[in-house]
C-alpha cells in the first residue's frame, strides 16, 4: 500500500487531521482511473527543472492521447513544445506527478512517478502512486477544440499588469510542488486550487492562497514543508495563455493571515522569483464558468469588480 510521506505526516499532525494508511492511494492505477486519463483533452503535469524547482505546464491532444497500456504506466502523445521550460524537464528519470481534471465533470484523478521515455511521440510515465481527489472548488467549463496563434515565450522577472490582473480575477490555480530530497513515498505532484474571483490576494509579488476544507491528504502542503519551492500555474480561459511562476512558499499554520477569511483554514504565500507566459498555448476554447457549490461556503481577501 502506498503511503504519505514523513512531512505529509507532519502537516496532518499541525492541521489536526492524521490520517496513517489509506487504501485510496494505490502504486497502481484502477481501471477506473485508466478509462479517464484516456477520455482527457489536456493534462497538468509538474515536474523538476535543473536546479530541482517544481515546474508545471498543460499537455493538450484529442481525447486518447494519454493511454495506460496496463496499470503502471501512462503513455502521453503530445508535442512538447520547445520553447516550454516545463518541456526540457521532462527527461528520462526525471520526477512528475499527473493531474487528470475535467472541468466538465470536476472529476479529478492524480498519477505521480517518474518518466521512462521521451521521444518524438511524447512519452510514458511510470506510475507510483495513484489516487482520485473529490469535485470541490472545481468551477465547471466545457472546453472544445480552437485554434489559436502561438506566441514566444515572454520571461518575467517580476509580475506584470497582466500577469496580475489574470491572478487577482482567477477562480482557478494550480501548484506543482515536490517532495525533500531522500523521503520514501515522495517525488514532484500538481494539484488544484480553486474558489471565488479574488481568492488569491496579491500584493506587490507575493500571493497569499487560502487553505480550504479538503481530502485531509495535505499532499501539497506536505511537500513545502520539505521544499518551500513550488510552481503556479494560472490559465486564461479567455485568451488561451498560460503563465507559470515559480517562487517560495512559507505557511502561516496559526491562520493569522486568514482570520476573517470565509471559510480558510489556514493560508500559504507565494514570493515570485520569476516565470513566464506562452500567449495562445492551449488550442481550447472554454465556456463561462459554472462556480463550485462549495464556494457559498468561502470568501475573497478584497471586492473584485
Do not use: K
Not at 80 to 85: F, R, S, T, V
Not at 93 to 104: F, K, M, S, T, Y
Not at 233 to 250: E, Y
Amino acid at each position: 500500500m502506498a503511503s504519505f510521506h514523513a512531512d505529509e505526516r507532519v502537516a496532518q499532525a499541525r492541521a489536526g487531521h492524521v490520517l496513517g494508511e489509506t487504501p485510496a492511494i494505490r502504486p497502481f492505477m484502477p481501471e477506473q482511473h485508466r478509462t479517464f486519463f484516456a477520455g482527457l483533452s489536456y493534462l497538468l503535469v509538474g515536474t523538476v527543472d535543473a536546479v530541482g524547482a517544481p515546474v508545471a505546464t498543460l499537455l493538450t491532444g484529442q481525447p486518447g492521447f494519454v493511454q495506460a497500456p496496463d496499470a503502471i504506466h501512462l503513455d502521453i502523445a503530445a508535442a512538447l513544445d520547445p520553447a516550454d521550460p516545463a518541456a526540457w524537464a521532462l527527461i528520462p528519470g526525471a520526477e512528475v506527478g499527473i493531474l487528470g481534471l475535467d472541468l466538465a465533470t470536476r472529476r479529478r484523478n492524480r498519477a505521480n512517478g517518474r518518466v521512462v521515455r521521451r521521444d518524438g511521440n511524447g512519452l510514458t510515465i511510470a506510475v507510483a502512486q495513484s489516487f482520485g481527489n473529490c469535485p470541490q472548488y472545481i468551477q465547471r467549463r466545457v472546453a472544445e477544440p480552437f485554434q489559436r496563434t502561438v506566441g514566444p515565450i515572454e520571461p518575467l522577472a517580476a509580475l506584470d499588469p497582466e500577469a496580475a490582473a489574470l491572478i487577482r480575477g482567477a477562480d482557478t490555480l494550480f501548484v506543482a510542488s515536490r517532495a525533500r530530497d531522500g523521503l520514501a513515498d515522495g517525488g514532484a505532484d500538481i494539484s488544484h486550487r480553486g474558489g471565488r474571483p479574488g481568492f488569491v490576494r496579491l500584493e506587490g509579488d507575493v500571493l497569499t492562497v487560502p487553505d480550504f476544507s479538503g481530502n485531509r491528504y495535505f499532499n501539497t502542503l506536505g511537500n513545502l514543508i520539505g521544499e518551500p519551492r513550488a510552481a503556479l500555474l494560472f490559465l486564461d480561459f479567455d485568451r488561451g495563455d498560460l503563465l507559470v511562476l515559480q517562487g517560495r512558499t512559507a505557511i502561516d499554520w496559526a491562520g493569522t493571515a486568514a482570520t476573517g477569511l470565509l471559510g480558510a483554514q489556514r493560508s500559504w504565500t507565494f514570493t515570485v522569483e520569476g516565470g513566464w507566459r506562452r500567449r495562445g498555448a492551449i488550442p481550447l476554447r472554454w465556456s463561462a464558468p459554472e462556480p463550485a457549490p462549495q464556494l457559498a461556503r468561502t470568501g475573497t481577501w478584497e471586492p473584485t469588480a
